[in-house]
């Protein structure tokens, strides 16, 4: 391939700089997606299992709620 003239290189310098924010910006967003991607999974598996801590908190009210009123003879 021959040598780019003087008006080539000087337009593939001035190109790079933004080649490499594409790739940088490209290598961020991945990294963002795959941190909201792992938050939101952490996420969802923290409410499962808060909603099942509160099913069994209920659970234990209800029980304590009848052994209130529940007469004692």
Avoid: F
């Amino acid at each position: 391939m021959p040598e780019p003239t003087p008006p080539q290189a000087a337009e593939q310098q001035r190109r790079a700089p933004a080649d490499l924010s594409t790739a940088a910006v490209t290598e961020l967003t991945s990294h963002y997606i795959a941190q909201v991607t792992g938050d939101l999974d952490r996420n969802a598996k923290e409410q499962e299992r808060i909603g099942q801590e509160i099913e069994a908190l209920q659970e234990q009210l209800r029980a304590l709620q009848q052994d209130r009123t529940a007469p004692c003879w």
